[in-house]
């Protein structure tokens, strides 16, 4: 049997039909209400900015091209044999009265749906798109964290203030990337490496892991969406880092402080460690007993079969991520497995409604003032609301991938497709085709996990966004 490669898009207008039904089946829009948007637009009008000016740092962003809900920017100087970064995050909680109509409305979102045609902003456009949002050129009130980065890539919070500054540059992670390639790296750039490496290094230390996975991605071309695998750059990882060295010192600011919402994730169980552990000797993966999982995943590549397949199975020691509120004694539970420290989400709050309670909380604490009863009163509530709002922003996000997938096979069951079997469950497993980009359902038991294969389609259905492949016998790809 012939091995079908092919590129085509699902027409724009179909798509959308199918991606708004998938919305409309979890009650996310992208429309506000009008009295929602009276109320950001007269938000817009009563704000004024913070009194300190720190408009003289030289400030730049860097995002996905498209993005115009820039919540945070970056300056990066040398201090000594370290690095001292100011990094600004975007003075939302300023334009939310607590308990008004904007107020209520963001609850129930929880944060921001993005969406392979469009996005569901937890915000209204005229704040999230351009009022609060870091635009280069335009005076803006931020949250200025000033934190140093010595030699170990350790992090010392320096202050914390609320000020107007002003981004210099709107910077994209594709140009910057092949910047850096050709020796021309934007200024702020070439630090950003040097924080970034440091911080890397410093992860390594404390026992930290990511999975460095390939992601679908929904593109656009030639008036359709098109889905892809992407592998995160270079720079978009550092600048990651900076987000999470934030977090982690915003956590540390909560803790001391006894009050706040932190990001926590227990440690993996021990029955979930076996399990990927066997996984890996399946995969021929060899495995030290001593050498801690975090470790082995750094000498993997994603771009190997087999150890695409095992980050797959690595994921089951991620699980039981939340949020966890507290005013008094720290918590039971204060640290995040993956991130192998305290850490708190800070860095986001025109995305992810946490953010917005935690920036004052922080600030409050950070100058020895009470933190405003209203914001202590409402951070009980804030972990329910970002788990349902998290669960379904995943929902929404896998609904619209699978009807996609279905739309971009329908017509063609029966037709081979190359790919690589990278899970197996109790009576079927899953499988990762090369061309098109889709990770799909297939039938059988004892498959070939990480090896590659002829999937041919049995059903691609758009109505119900099913997809199902039919593996062949291990070695006829």
């Not at 009650?27 to 720190?54: H, N, T």
């Not at 000033?146 to 609320?162: M, N």
Request: proline fraction near 7%.
């Amino acid at each position: 049997m012939a091995v079908n490669v092919f590129s085509v898009a699902v027409p724009m207008d179909r798509a959308r039909a199918g991606l708004d039904a998938v919305r409309a089946e979890h009650g996310v829009s992208a429309r506000f209400d009008p009295a929602v948007l009276a109320a950001a637009d007269e938000a817009i009008s009563a704000y004024r900015l913070p009194e300190l000016d720190l408009t003289d740092l030289a400030l730049v962003t860097l995002d996905p091209a498209s993005s115009t809900d820039l919540d945070q920017a970056f300056c990066i100087e040398p201090d000594g044999t370290g690095y001292r970064v100011h990094y600004a995050i975007a003075d939302v909680p300023a334009f939310v009265p607590l308990g008004g109509v904007l107020d209520t409305e963001t609850r129930r979102r929880g944060e921001t749906v993005y969406c392979p045609d469009l996005k569901a902003s937890l915000h209204p456009p005229a704040l999230a798109d351009d009022a609060a949002s870091l635009l280069p050129g335009q005076v803006r009130g931020a949250y200025v964290w000033t934190l140093l980065v010595d030699d170990a890539g350790d992090v010392r919070l320096e202050s914390l203030r609320r000020a107007a500054v002003r981004s210099r540059a709107k910077l994209d992670y594709a140009s910057e990337q092949e910047r850096l390639e050709a020796g021309q790296p934007h200024p702020q750039v070439a630090l950003l490496r040097e924080v970034g490496t440091r911080r890397v290094a410093q992860e390594v230390a404390r026992g930290a892991v990511s999975l460095p996975s390939a992601s679908q991605e929904v593109g656009e071309d030639e008036g359709g969406l098109q889905l892809g695998y992407r592998l995160p750059v270079p720079v978009e990882e550092w600048n990651a880092q900076l987000s999470l060295m934030t977090g982690m010192a915003a956590a540390r600011v909560m803790l001391d402080g006894g009050l706040g919402v932190l990001r926590t994730m227990p440690p993996p169980a021990q029955e979930d460690l076996r399990k990927v552990r066997r996984s890996a000797r399946a995969l021929d993966i060899a495995w030290p007993t001593d050498l801690p999982y975090p470790d082995l995943i750094r000498t993997l590549d994603p771009r190997n079969p087999q150890h695409a397949a095992f980050f797959d199975n690595v994921t089951l020691l991620m699980r039981g991520a939340g949020y966890t509120a507290f005013d008094g004694a720290p918590p039971e539970l204060t640290t995040h497995a993956a991130i192998a420290g305290p850490y708190a989400h800070c860095t986001a709050p025109l995305r992810r409604l946490v953010d917005r309670f935690v920036l004052p909380t922080c600030l409050a604490l950070v100058e020895g003032r009470d933190v405003d009863a209203a914001i202590r009163a409402a951070l009980p509530e804030l972990p329910e609301l970002m788990v349902q709002a998290g669960r379904r922003s995943r929902a929404v996000e896998r609904a619209s991938t699978d009807y996609l997938e279905a739309e971009l096979l329908a017509g063609r069951e029966g037709v081979a497709f190359r790919g690589v079997v990278i899970e197996q469950r109790r009576d079927d497993g899953v499988v990762q085709l090369a061309d098109p980009a889709i990770i799909a359902r297939c039938r059988g038991r004892n498959l070939p996990v990480g090896e590659w294969v002829s999937a041919w389609l049995v059903q691609a259905d758009p109505v119900t966004r099913r997809v199902v492949f039919d593996v062949s016998p291990r070695g006829s790809a």
